[in-house]
């Protein structure tokens, strides 16, 4: 748990509670990158092909994210979670029932219409907990359960693929969701209904164009991020021919490093977004552009990792808390947009990695593409500090720092 967050009175088990459900989501989302050989195989389908399912699962992510939000704006934020947790639940227990890759499609992007919505209410629910200067901690304490999935929950649920098959992991992550539930039941508060929204205010405030460039960073670094992940286990067996045992220590090791840039992304968003944004997304495209070289040996493999690990997820809590706040009259609203932003990049990333793929230009070429995609995120942070009222230095428009 965050220092910053659990000192607060009253914040340390619904922050636990959130962390969770994220940990639930985590594994749902990422885990089909270490099971994607056995699906691919369990449906009779070609590993980009497979790698398809990332894309849907993202849009679907993003297609719910403002939808599931406002339908359920007017109800009490605990009872929406437990609700939100209850579908992913039934999405999960779908996909392991699916008896072929177009039903397997359709349980995926049932379990994606929750995700948005439950980290967009989640992440107001977190900041609601702390002083506005510990904001960035809190949303990042939420957001390590999604981190320690990639340390636990994927690479258990990759083995247990290896071992049982695929639907098993899929019935284990639903007893995940199940677990959520009864924790959000426990530890949150009931709060009182919500208003019913005003949804052409709030999709306006969406339309500033400080809003739009923080959507537009969120997608192009998880666009970045993904056209690597989704293919980790075929590129890690293409440059070093890796045995199961070593991709699934991998898979733990970037998990690790999700959570290390998870905490230093939310302290040092604390101090300054910009600054944060720029530097891990300098790193981040450095370690793409590198890795090739790097995943010649395992050591050099494992080292890239953690740092492309670290580097990736450094750039959740500002870029969450940038959106959040260049849209304060519609805060919830715009955090899960901002969700589904991350999974359209995510879709993005999958689909471009698969293009590049049936190119047959290589692995080496996904990483480049992906690489290409941070420096354009961080030209349009750059750009948008250029544009910032100078009696504003070091905020963005909208009040973000």
Request: no cysteine; charged share 5%.
């Amino acid at each position: 748990m965050n220092t910053h967050t659990s000192s607060q009175p009253g914040a340390a088990l619904p922050l636990l509670a959130l962390a969770i459900g994220a940990f639930g989501i985590g594994t749902t989302e990422f885990g089909p990158m270490g099971m994607l050989l056995t699906i691919a195989q369990g449906v009779n389908v070609s590993i980009p092909t497979a790698g398809l399912l990332v894309s849907a699962y993202a849009i679907g992510v993003t297609i719910g994210a403002p939808i599931m939000t406002l339908l359920l704006a007017r109800w009490p934020r605990r009872k929406a979670l437990i609700a939100l947790m209850a579908i992913f639940t039934l999405g999960n227990v779908l996909s392991a029932l699916a008896p072929g890759y177009a039903s397997l499609m359709v349980a995926r992007v049932i379990t994606s219409l929750t995700h948005g919505a439950f980290f967009g209410i989640g992440s107001v629910v977190a900041a609601s907990l702390v002083p506005r200067d510990k904001q960035a901690s809190a949303v990042a304490t939420m957001f390590l359960g999604l981190t320690i999935a990639n340390i636990g929950g994927v690479p258990a649920a990759t083995w247990l693929s290896d071992v049982m098959g695929w639907r098993q992991s899929f019935g284990a992550i639903g007893a995940l969701g199940l677990l959520a539930m009864t924790a959000l039941m426990l530890f949150l508060h009931e709060g009182s209904a919500g208003k019913a929204p005003n949804v052409r205010k709030e999709l306006k405030v969406l339309l500033r164009p400080v809003v739009l460039q923080g959507l537009l960073t969120t997608v192009l670094a998880s666009g970045a991020m993904f056209a690597l992940y989704t293919y980790i286990n075929p590129t890690l067996q293409s440059f070093t021919h890796a045995s199961p045992g070593f991709i699934t220590a991998m898979l733990a090791l970037i998990g690790i490093g999700f959570t290390i840039g998870n905490s230093l992304g939310g302290k040092l968003a604390d101090r300054s977004i910009d600054k944060t944004l720029i530097g891990f997304l300098l790193l981040e495209a450095a370690t793409m552009i590198a890795f090739p070289w790097l995943a010649q040996t395992q050591l050099g493999a494992a080292a890239g990792l953690l740092v492309w690990g670290i580097a990736s997820f450094a750039l959740v809590p500002p870029v969450q808390m940038r959106v959040m706040r260049a849209a304060t009259e519609a805060p919830g609203l715009a955090s899960s947009v901002n969700i589904g932003a991350f999974n359209l990049g995510n879709a993005i990333g999958a689909a471009m990695g698969a293009a590049v793929l049936n190119a047959n230009l290589g692995y080496a070429a996904v990483m480049y593409a992906g690489a290409a995609l941070t420096v354009l995120a961080l030209l349009l942070v750059v750009w948008a500090m250029v544009q910032k009222n100078p009696q504003s230095a070091g905020t963005l428009a909208g009040g973000i720092n």
